[in-house]
C-alpha cells in the first residue's frame, strides 16, 4: 500500500496561490505554484518592496508566503537561507495556466524539475518573459497535448482543456495507486470554449473521483455585476453606436476573448482597434497557436493597429509593430476613427490624448471588491478630471456560486475540497461531500 495523500500548500481561504502537492509512495508531483492574491501576501511586500532577486524563496520563506518543503526550491533563490538546498524531491509540477497567481513563482523552482504546461501556455509564458520584467526560470519544459495521459512514476495525469479568461487553461485528472483526483484549475462556463469546461465536468463524473478539487473565486456573497462575452459584445457595441468621440477601454492584458471582442466590435462600428506594443506581440506570438485567421495580428489584421507611447527606449522586440504606429496626437485628432485599449499604467497618455468630455471608457474587467481599493479610487480621479464616461462592462473568468454548487452535485465526486476562494463553506450547500481544506494537512485518496 502506498497511501496516497494530497496537500494544500497554497489557496486554502484565499483567491489564487494553489499549490497542490500528490504524494503516492516515493512520487511527489505539485500543481500550480504562483502568489495569492490575498491581502496576506502584502503584509510584508507591496509593489515597492519585493523579495530580492539574489534570495527570493529565503526572503518568502521569512514570513511563510511560500510552502516550506525541502527538494523544491533552487539552490539559488534558497540563498544562505535556513531552508538548506537539497536535490529534487518533487518529481513534477504541473500548470494549469499561465495567470501569475498559478505559475508566478516557477523562477523559485530548482531547474532540474519538469515542468508540464500546455502548448499555448508555453508561448503564453515565454511572450510575457519578453514584454515583462516576469520570469519563470530555466527547466525541462514538458509540453502536453489534450486529454494525453503523461506519466509520472506510477501516478497518471490527463490534461482537459477549460474555458477561462485565459486561453490554454487546463483542469486535470490524476489517477493515483490508490484512487483518482480532479483538478479543476481555473474555469468558467461562460466563454467561447464553454464546451470544454462541459466534456471536463463529464469526465470527472464518468470518473467517479476520489476528490475534487473545485476553484471558488465567485463563491458566497459576490455583488459583482457579470455578463457573457457576448453580453459584453452587445454592450460595447451600443456605447459604440452612441458616441462619436475616441472610446477607450481597459482589459486584463492576456484576456485574448476580450481583445478579440473589442477588436470586432471596433470594425462593426466602423472604426481601427489599437492596442499597445506589448498586445501586439502577444497577439503575435499565440496566432500560430490557434486556427488560422482566429487570432487579429498587427500588420495583416484589417482595422487592427498599434499604439506608439513617447518612449525614450524601444526594445528589438517592440520595433516590429513601431513603424505603422499611431502616436496620441494622432488619435486625439481623429479620435471617432478609434478604440484604443489603454491600461491603467498608461494613463498619463491622456494628457496627450486630451478626449472631448464624455467621451466612453469601457471597464472591461471586474469591479473592485472592496469599497476602499485604491487603483479603483485612482482610476476614477482621472476619469473625472477628463470628464470620461465610465461603462462597466466584463465576463468574468470564473464561474458564479450557483453554479459551482450545481457541478459539485452533478459529477459526485466522494469528496470536495474548495480551494482558490475566500468562501469555501459557501459550498456546503451542495451536500455532505464538501470538506474544508486545512492548509498543509495530508488527506488521503481513496480509502
Ligand atoms: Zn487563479
Ligand atoms: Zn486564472
Known sequence: MKNPTLR???????????????????ERILFDFGPSFSPRAEEFYVDYLQPRSTSRA??????????????LYSREAL??????????????????????DHAGYLDLVDPEIPVHVGEGTRTLLSAIETS?????????WKVFTDRTPIHVGGIEVVPYPVDHSIPFAYGFIVRTSEGTVAYTGDFRHHGPRAAD??????????????????????????PRRNLSEAGVR?????????????????????????????????????????????????????????????????????????????????????????????????????GRKYVLALDLAHFPELIDLRPP??????????????????????????????????????????????ELLELVRATGAKAVYPIHTEHPEAFEKAGPSVRLPELGTPYPIGR
Open 8 to 26: 494544500f500548500l497554497g489557496g486554502v481561504r484565499e483567491i489564487g496561490g494553489n499549490k497542490i502537492l500528490i504524494e503516492d509512495g516515493p
Open 58 to 71: 529565503k526572503d518568502l520563506l521569512e514570513f511563510d508566503l511560500v510552502p516550506r518543503i525541502s527538494g
Open 79 to 100: 540563498g544562505d537561507g535556513e531552508l538548506a538546498y537539497a536535490p529534487p524531491e518533487v518529481h513534477a509540477i504541473f500548470v494549469s495556466h499561465a495567470h501569475a
Open 132 to 140: 515583462t520584467r516576469m520570469k519563470y526560470g530555466d527547466h525541462p
Open 197 to 222: 469546461t462541459h466534456a471536463f465536468f463529464e469526465a470527472v463524473a464518468n470518473e467517479r473521483v476520489d476528490a475534487l478539487l473545485i476553484e471558488g473565486t465567485r463563491a458566497g456573497p459576490d
Open 234 to 334: 452587445s454592450g460595447v457595441d451600443r456605447v459604440l453606436t452612441a458616441r462619436p468621440e475616441l472610446a477607450l477601454a481597459c482589459t486584463y492584458p492576456r484576456d485574448i476573448d476580450r481583445l478579440r471582442t473589442l477588436y470586432s466590435a471596433a470594425l462593426a462600428a466602423d472604426r481601427e482597434f489599437v492596442v499597445s506594443v506589448r498586445t501586439a506581440h502577444l497577439l503575435s506570438e499565440v496566432a500560430p497557436r490557434f486556427p488560422v485567421g482566429e487570432i487579429p495580428v498587427p500588420g495583416h489584421a484589417p482595422g487592427l493597429r498599434v499604439h506608439a507611447r513617447k518612449k525614450r527606449v524601444s526594445y528589438l522586440w517592440e520595433r516590429p509593430f513601431l513603424s505603422d504606429a499611431l502616436s496620441s496626437e494622432e488619435l486625439r485628432r481623429e
Open 357 to 402: 468630455r464624455g467621451s466612453p471608457f469601457l471597464h472591461s474587467m471586474s469591479e473592485p471588491f472592496s469599497e476602499d481599493d485604491v487603483d479603483d479610487r485612482v482610476m476614477h480621479n482621472w476619469l473625472e478630471h477628463f470628464g470620461l464616461e465610465f461603462h462597466q462592462m466584463h465576463a468574468s473568468g470564473h464561474a458564479s456560486g450557483p
